[in-house]
């Protein structure tokens, strides 16, 4: 399966344009796949799709090709599917929780055109590491992404403690929840004060105090018009 975006539920879909155009993000063109409102805004290295449909359920989203003739092998696995919208005559799509509850979803074919890249893309976040989610049994669910071809390193001496699961797509980071309660996003940058200086001259502004282990360092947060944490962490961290 293929990374193709972190899907997001949002109430109102032109602020959470606003406020990821305001940071620099670009948008990619959108198919005709969903029923609901649609948009993929995108920095070149991470794509969040953004969804106005009511009690969508935020998923790390992958496309899986033939998907209907690979849900043999999802039983393999022992996976337990939460729902599955298979047939002729719609776009064909399942999901379910991994181990500590966050949606996985796959979908049989891309839902956008990736935007071509652009000398110096990017964002005013910085550079984007991972996704980060929330996992009370950290080794637990290591292995159950690392079933779907990731590598799990133990990062114990990091700032906040976590298991980053690594692939050719994206990075999935797994956290304590205290620190992480849902999926967030993570960005590395040389200069923190400069860059809450460049968000307070786009209009953003921090939103509370990062998570405790941060908050003796360089390190600020970001919170979205639909709640999506975004950490800013000094590379050096």
Same mark, same amino acid.
Request: overall charge negative; some cysteine; hydrophobic content about 40%.
């Given at each position: 399966?293929?990374?193709?975006?972190?899907?997001?539920?949002?109430?109102?879909?032109?602020?959470?344009?606003?406020?990821?155009?305001?940071?620099?993000?670009?948008?990619?063109?959108?198919?005709?796949?969903?029923?609901?409102?649609?948009?993929?805004?995108?920095?070149?290295?991470?794509?969040?799709?953004?969804?106005?449909?009511?009690?969508?359920?935020?998923?790390?989203?992958?496309?899986?090709?033939?998907?209907?003739?690979?849900?043999?092998?999802?039983?393999?696995?022992?996976?337990?599917?939460?729902?599955?919208?298979?047939?002729?005559?719609?776009?064909?799509?399942?999901?379910?929780?991994?181990?500590?509850?966050?949606?996985?979803?796959?979908?049989?074919?891309?839902?956008?055109?990736?935007?071509?890249? *652009? &000398?110096?893309?990017?964002?005013?976040?910085?550079? %984007? @590491?991972? $996704?980060?989610? +929330?996992? /009370?049994?950290?080794? *637990? &669910?290591?292995?159950?992404?690392?079933?779907?071809? %990731? @590598?799990? $390193?133990?990062? +114990?001496? /990091?700032?906040?403690?976590?298991?980053?699961?690594?692939?050719?797509?994206?990075?999935?980071?797994?956290?304590?929840?205290?620190?992480?309660?849902?999926?967030?996003?993570?960005?590395?940058?040389?200069?923190?004060?400069?860059?809450?200086?460049?968000?307070?001259?786009?209009?953003?502004?921090?939103?509370?105090?990062?998570?405790?282990?941060?908050?003796?360092?360089?390190?600020?947060?970001?919170?979205?018009?639909?709640?999506?944490?975004?950490?800013?962490?000094?590379?050096?961290?």
């Amino acid at each position: 399966m293929r990374f193709l975006e972190l899907s997001l539920g949002t109430p109102d879909i032109r602020a959470s344009l606003a406020f990821y155009s305001e940071l620099g993000f670009t948008t990619a063109d959108v198919g005709d796949a969903w029923h609901h409102p649609y948009a993929v805004v995108t920095d070149g290295r991470l794509w969040l799709g953004l969804h106005e449909e009511a009690e969508f359920v935020n998923s790390t989203t992958f496309v899986k090709p033939g998907l209907l003739a690979q849900l043999h092998d999802l039983e393999k696995l022992g996976i337990e599917l939460d729902f599955a919208h298979l047939g002729d005559d719609v776009f064909n799509e399942v999901g379910w929780h991994d181990p500590a509850g966050n949606m996985i979803r796959l979908v049989e074919a891309r839902t956008f055109s990736p935007a071509p890249p *652009v &000398a110096g893309m990017g964002s005013l976040c910085g550079y %984007f @590491v991972e $996704i980060g989610l +929330p996992a /009370a049994d950290r080794e *637990v &669910a290591k292995e159950h992404w690392e079933q779907f071809g %990731f @590598v799990g $390193i133990e990062e +114990p001496d /990091a700032a906040l403690p976590h298991v980053s699961c690594t692939s050719d797509g994206v990075d999935i980071g797994l956290y304590d929840p205290v620190h992480i309660g849902a999926p967030s996003l993570l960005f590395e940058v040389d200069d923190c004060a400069a860059t809450l200086e460049r968000l307070g001259a786009a209009g953003i502004s921090p939103s509370g105090r990062p998570p405790g282990p941060l908050q003796q360092r360089e390190a600020a947060q970001l919170r979205s018009p639909e709640g999506t944490l975004i950490l800013l962490l000094h590379s050096g961290i």
